[in-house]
């Protein structure tokens, strides 16, 4: 649970600092959006002066409007000002459009004292904050009026305008964020359901094998009377009984020291052992099954003593669990190598049989907890893909690890490293 908290922490901390690291770029782009701006608008005040120095169409026409001369015209002087105000309009929208200015805008033709020649067609509030930009001009007007005349550009807004000019740099980073954000959550929430079940799961399994214990101590002693009472025709199924429970027995316990593995907290019992006398226990009572089930069995013990840091009932139990599959999944001539042997630093425990192999795509999961390989959708051996699980498990615990060599139809090889301790010569 800290773990979690921590991870959130980091999560909602680096959120914040690419939204900060995000914003300062934003800001930065609209610095410079701002100084490209002004360094257009400076480009089109200069074709704006140079468009209207001269006598043309345009300034004989503003002209005309400014000075209310409507001799020339058999129109109105207001409808003269009208069109003057349009086709200005169209000036100015075309000069700033050539600079890649493309914003509502508004403009007034004043002189200094602010009297008011002529206006846009649309206009700002005058309580709206506008940024003006004063073109002076020169030329033909100016000797119409021996005034000086100053065409003002306003604009509003322009932040707006220049966020949409950066939405190139920011809707990409923005979205990059969301996704980030949508992506985490999803990881954090399939971790904690995937934890939950997790924990139900092994807490059913706790609860149903402690529950299962009971009855099956409870036949075992049955089966244990029945057998001392029993006459010759019925001992020999008093005792597949006993073996079946005994089995069931040993499902039980691996099942629950599985669950118990799993557990972070897990604590194995360690000690500085020589394991060599306990490999070789566990292969002479292997030895023993295999004569009565005609299983040609060999075991090789190399070197003298395998000196080990590590908890021997569990790397007793892993070794016997690769012995029973090996016997499992060998159909007929079952041939079963036990063999052990250490270098400098490590030892080599490796369980060979004859039997039907493993394929290269199977050896991917063979480990992984429940997976059973099947020939097609047949399982011909009974299991539950405890096994391997558990063997793995144990193995890392004790900071080694396991190899498999294995040829489809011609046999495996399962080979446990495990590190020597220190102190071995």
Not at 218 to 233: N, V
Request: with cysteine.
């Amino acid at each position: 649970m800290r773990g979690k908290k921590v991870y959130i922490v980091i999560f909602i901390i680096s959120i914040i600092g690419i939204s900060i690291v995000q914003y300062q770029y934003l800001r930065i782009g609209l610095n410079l959006a701002k100084v490209q701006f002004n360094q257009k608008i400076g480009l089109a005040v200069n074709e704006i002066k140079e468009g209207l120095r001269s006598e043309n169409e345009l300034t004989f026409l503003v002209g005309k409007a400014i000075t209310k001369d409507d001799k020339y015209f058999k129109l109105s002087i207001d409808s003269v000002q009208d069109a003057a105000r349009y086709f200005m309009n169209d000036f100015l929208i075309d000069k700033l459009l050539q600079q890649g200015i493309k914003t509502d805008f508004t403009y007034t033709l004043n002189t200094r004292d602010s009297t008011e020649y002529l206006t846009s067609p649309t206009t700002y509030n005058k309580d709206e904050i506008l940024l003006k930009y004063p073109v002076p001009l020169d030329g033909y007007l100016l000797g119409l009026t021996n005034e000086n005349l100053i065409l003002e550009l306003q604009f509003k807004n322009l932040n707006k305008y220049f966020l949409f000019q950066l939405n190139g740099l920011t809707i990409p980073g923005l979205l990059f964020i969301v996704a980030i954000v949508f992506v985490i959550i999803w990881v954090f929430r399939s971790f904690y359901w995937q934890n939950k079940i997790i924990t139900i799961t092994n807490e059913f399994i706790n609860n149903l094998t402690h529950e299962l214990k009971t009855p099956v101590f409870s036949i075992g002693i049955a089966s244990k009377i029945l057998l001392e009472k029993s006459t010759h025709e019925n001992k020999e199924l008093v005792n597949l009984i006993r073996v079946q429970v005994d089995k069931l027995k040993n499902q039980i316990e691996k099942v629950l020291e599985l669950a118990s593995l799993e557990d972070k907290k897990a604590f194995i019992d360690k000690k500085v052992t020589d394991f060599k006398p306990i490999i070789s226990n566990l292969g002479l009572d292997f030895e023993k099954l295999a004569a009565l089930e005609d299983i040609d069995f060999s075991i090789e013990l190399k070197k003298d003593k395998y000196i080990l840091n590590c908890d021997s009932y569990l790397l007793e139990s892993a070794i016997n669990c690769l012995l029973e599959n090996a016997k499992k999944y060998t159909k007929e001539n079952i041939k079963i190598i036990l063999l052990a042997n250490k270098d400098k630093n490590n030892l080599f425990i490796s369980v060979k049989d004859n039997g039907i192999g493993i394929s290269d795509e199977n050896k991917k999961k063979i480990f992984d907890k429940y997976y059973r390989v099947s020939i097609g959708d047949v399982h011909d051996v009974k299991g539950y893909g405890l096994g391997l699980n558990y063997v793995k498990r144990i193995v890392k615990l004790h900071k080694g690890k396991i190899i498999v060599n294995s040829t489809l139809g011609k046999g495996s090889e399962f080979i446990i490293g495990l590190p020597l301790y220190k102190y071995d010569k």
